[in-house]
Structure formats: structure tokens, C-alpha cells
């Protein structure tokens, strides 16, 4: 294994190629526009790329959507505002994560208190029982399947998801983001690294019964060497991710 170090990961992240702009839908783009979101989560825009990703996942005004471990709710907040009064957004924190990490419940339960987002439920809910009221249109993880994988291992991981695949509606699709590590290293890099093979995405979720309908560079970045744990100050917020789309048959 080639090992690069840290300073050089920050030059190599300097000559990274822009990413091709995309033009999102209007309601999508409103949401992110949105002059009342909290400035951190604005200030994260340039590097997260949200109108874009949003748009990759088709999500529509109306839409029944799960933010499965939401964090502090960034893309949670938007999905609220993109979805409108007739959709809802179900924030699903797996009870196995509320019990070693009590903030990410505590950043839901405030965001779910803000009358500005009416339409936001939280649900704590075992990663393999994920269920909701209405059957899902979208469900969604970002940057959180490697922590199933590497902390809880495989097993879990592939119970959610068939717990998502029963969850969401026949036609309804499943959104992956994660940070890339290198090739079948995800047994190990998942926990020391933070980051996992997209291959290992795929194999499990297809198990599950999906079938992968596409997969989004609008988050990749060549320059990372895969090396380094993502939260790393050379790396942080340029991380390579890969975002892979799957639908459920029907």
C-alpha cells in the first residue's frame, strides 16, 4: 500500500477537477435557498452539494421520506421544505445509535420541536425494524452506512436493509452516500476509517432485493488517496464519496 501523507492529500486537493453543475428542480432549489436555514448548515452547501444530490434522488413535493441517522439534520431540514404540507419526513435514528450517541436524538428532538419544520417525526426505532406510518417514497442515509458496517458489522447492516426495502413503497428508491475507502478494506476501514467500499454497498443492498438504477460523481473527488480517516483536518469536507441509487422493484 502507497501511503500519502496528509499534506500532501491537501495539494492533491487543490488541482481536484470541478464538479459538472446540474440544475435542480425549483422546489428544491427554494428549500436550499431558504433564507431561514441555520447558517452552519448554509455554510456547508458549496462542499455538500445538496440541490444536486436532492435532484439525483428524484425526491417530489409530497413525497413520504426517511432521513435514516440524520446527525444534526441538514438534509432533514431540506427534505422538509422539498416535500411540502403533503409530504412527511420521518427522522429514524436506530435505537442501537440513541443508546451509545444520546446527542443524535437530542439534535432531532429540537428540530422536531421547531415549528418551522410541521411535517418532521422523529422515530427511534431498531435498524432492523424500521418501520413508519406510510409506506416511503424515498429513504435516505448519508455518510452513516460505514458506521452500521464497521461498528455494528455486516449482519446489521444487511437487516437494514431489507427493514428499508420492506419499508418503502414498490417502486420506492433508496439513496447511499458514503466515503469512498479502497477496495475490500471495508471490514476494517469502516470502524478505523470511516469510509467503505462501494462494492460492499452494493452486494449488500442488492441482497436485499434492490436493483441499483444509477450512481451520482456530483460528490467524487480522485484526488483522495482513500488513506486517511475523514476526519482528518487535510480531508475533511473533500472526502471521495460515491452516492448510489437503488430502487425497489414493482
Given amino acids: 500500500m502507497t501511503f500519502i501523507p496528509l499534506a500532501s492529500v491537501a495539494v492533491l486537493l487543490a488541482f481536484a477537477s470541478p464538479l459538472a453543475a446540474q440544475t435542480p428542480p425549483g422546489y428544491v432549489a427554494a428549500a436550499v435557498a431558504a433564507p431561514d436555514r441555520p447558517k452552519a448548515d448554509a455554510d456547508r452547501d458549496a462542499l455538500r452539494h445538496p440541490a444536486e444530490v436532492i435532484a439525483f434522488s428524484g425526491l417530489k413535493p409530497g413525497d413520504q421520506v426517511a ?19 403533503d409530504g412527511h419526513v420521518y427522522a429514524v435514528v436506530p435505537a442501537e445509535l440513541a443508546k451509545v450517541a444520546p446527542k ?10 421547531d415549528t418551522a419544520y410541521p411535517n418532521v417525526t422523529l422515530l427511534i426505532q431498531p435498524a432492523a425494524a424500521i418501520t413508519t406510518p406510510a409506506p416511503l417514497d424515498l429513504a435516505w442515509t448519508s455518510d452513516n452506512y460505514h458506521d452500521i458496517y464497521g461498528f455494528f458489522g455486516a449482519g446489521p447492516a444487511a437487516a437494514l436493509d ?16 458514503d466515503h469512498v475507502a479502497k477496495a475490500g478494506t471495508s471490514d476494517v476501514s469502516g470502524k478505523t476509517l470511516h469510509r467503505i467500499d462501494p462494492e460492499t454497498v452494493k452486494a449488500q443492498v442488492l441482497a436485499a432485493g434492490f436493483v441499483l438504477e444509477a450512481e451520482s460523481s456530483i460528490l467524487r473527488n480522485e484526488a483522495d488517496p482513500h488513506e486517511a480517516n475523514v476526519f482528518a483536518p487535510a480531508i475533511r469536507g473533500h472526502t471521495d464519496q460515491f452516492i448510489l441509487k437503488f430502487r425497489k422493484p414493482g
Avoid: W
Fill in 67 to 85: 432521513d435514516i441517522m440524520p446527525g444534526g439534520g441538514y438534509f432533514t431540514r431540506l427534505f422538509s421544505r422539498a416535500v411540502g404540507p
Fill in 162 to 177: 431489507a427493514a428499508v426495502y420492506k419499508a418503502l413503497r414498490p417502486g420506492g428508491i433508496f439513496i447511499v452516500i
Fill in 104 to 113: 443524535a436524538v437530542d439534535a432531532m428532538t429540537t428540530l422536531t420541536a
